[in-house]
């Protein structure tokens, strides 16, 4: 068996991070409450790193993925190597960080990063960002992002960094499709509203889920509570750890009542898994 990799949440906020401001009856001083956009990094035991998802707080959560930075000193867990990007959806609080990479590009002296999406999702954030897929050689001194697109095919396996990852559909409810990733034994689960039948196969035997739960009260386009444990009972994953959660959802009064096996994340969570598991063709 390989050696086990590593899943940080480096935001687990919903798509205004949170708290908001200018609602100080909505504020927390308790800072497992303070959750940037939604991002997560899956590193590998040589170094192996795999992005999933660019939102607007990429480049703290590239300095700082951990959450345990002084605000001072070197920081020393700081990211500064990128094997590949994988984009769940175009909405702005998963991919208007894009241009950030352009620093991992310069950290690894020009190496152009290849990004990964659903067809459609990637020709939206090419539309967005058309500069940052130039040509690389093009890039002025590094100014904008070396990055080429990679088109995704639902059910079937690419292999990044080392690792197989495995995509495929799920409903974010009104704003149509949204990307799931298998990897090994674990599944990232972001912004869905509905698991279609058809993906469930994807998400069987699984060590760790990642899943949004937006807030106890019911949204068109997220999971609440009642809707991600009624996934999380079907699909029985040792681990579920949820995310891309709302201001209202505040940890000191939910970590209480989630059932064992059910963690909330904060800003930083790291769990291992291995990437030994099922694959398609
Ligand atoms: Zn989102
Ligand atoms: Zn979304």
């Given at each position: ?61 590239m300095r700082d993925p951990?959450?345990t930075w002084d605000g001072?000193s070197y920081p020393a867990d700081c ?203």
């Amino acid at each position: 068996m390989s050696a086990p990799w590593k899943i940080v949440i480096t935001g687990c906020g919903t798509s205004h991070g949170n708290p908001p401001w200018g609602w100080p009856q909505h504020w927390s001083e308790d800072p497992r409450d303070h959750r940037r956009r939604s991002g997560a990094l899956l590193l590998g035991p040589a170094g192996e790193t795999i992005l999933i998802d660019t939102g607007p707080d990429l480049m703290h959560q590239m300095r700082d993925p951990f959450k345990t930075w002084d605000g001072v000193s070197y920081p020393a867990d700081c990211i500064t190597r990128c094997d590949g990007v994988l984009i769940t959806h175009d909405h702005a609080d998963h991919s208007h960080g894009l241009n950030e990479l352009r620093h991992l590009n310069r950290l690894m002296k020009g190496r152009e990063i290849p990004v990964y999406a659903h067809p459609g999702h990637l020709n939206e954030v090419m539309r967005m960002y058309p500069y940052c897929f130039e040509d690389p050689t093009k890039a002025y001194k590094m100014a904008t992002p070396a990055l080429r697109a990679t088109e995704l095919e639902d059910s079937r396996t690419v292999t990044i960094g080392g690792a197989p990852i495995t995509s495929f559909a799920m409903s974010h409810g009104p704003y149509g499709r949204v990307t799931g990733l298998r990897c090994g034994d674990l599944a990232y689960c972001t912004d869905c509203k509905h698991i279609p039948e058809a993906s469930v196969d994807y998400l069987q035997g699984l060590e760790v889920l990642v899943l949004n739960m937006l807030r106890e009260q019911e949204h068109v386009s997220h999971f609440n509570w009642a809707e991600a444990s009624a996934v999380i009972e079907r699909l029985a994953p040792k681990h579920t750890v949820l995310v891309h959660m709302g201001h209202e959802v505040r940890y000191a009064d939910w970590e209480q009542r989630l059932p064992a096996g059910v963690t909330m994340a904060v800003d930083g969570y790291t769990s291992t898994f291995s990437i030994e598991g099922p694959t398609w063709p």
